[in-house]
Nanobody, 120 residues
Framework: QVQLVESGGGLVQAGGPLRLSCAAS????????MGWYRQAPGKQREVVAT???????DYADSVKGRFTISRDNAKKMVYLQMNSLQPEDTAVYYC??????????????WGQGTQVTVSS
């Protein structure tokens, strides 16, 4: 069984920073793509940023230049540094990982989510 646990959410004023962390644990053979998604009230879940095991990154247009995704493969962690936060960034943020648990077992796992609230 694989678990993803996020931390670092909270309340922040507009323009401020926040850093999210996500730790993966369990029976893990390798972790492929990791990512952050978010879901605002009344909206669909959307991708924020992704990072491959080799470090290649991709960002949603709405966060480019403000958010930075990174990962520590040895620690099985992924981070999201969020700067210049805006009220429209308010959402529940979810960690996501494409995990191989064996030579033939592979699936996507989700964390439980962490709330980020940006006040104006």
């Amino acid at each position: 069984q694989v678990q993803l646990v996020e931390s670092g959410g909270g309340l922040v004023q507009a323009g401020g920073p926040l850093r999210l962390s996500c730790a993966a644990s369990g029976t893990i053979f390798s972790i492929n793509v990791m990512g952050w998604y978010r879901q605002a009230p009344g909206k669909q879940r959307e991708v924020v940023a992704t990072i491959t095991s080799g470090g290649s990154t991709d960002y949603a247009d709405s966060v480019k230049g403000r958010f930075t995704i990174s990962r520590d493969n040895a620690k099985k962690m992924v981070y999201l540094q969020m700067n210049s936060l805006q009220p429209e960034d308010t959402a529940v943020y979810y960690c996501n990982a494409d995990v191989s648990t064996g030579w033939t077992s592979r699936r996507v796992y989700w964390g439980q989510g962490t709330q980020v609230t940006v006040s104006s």
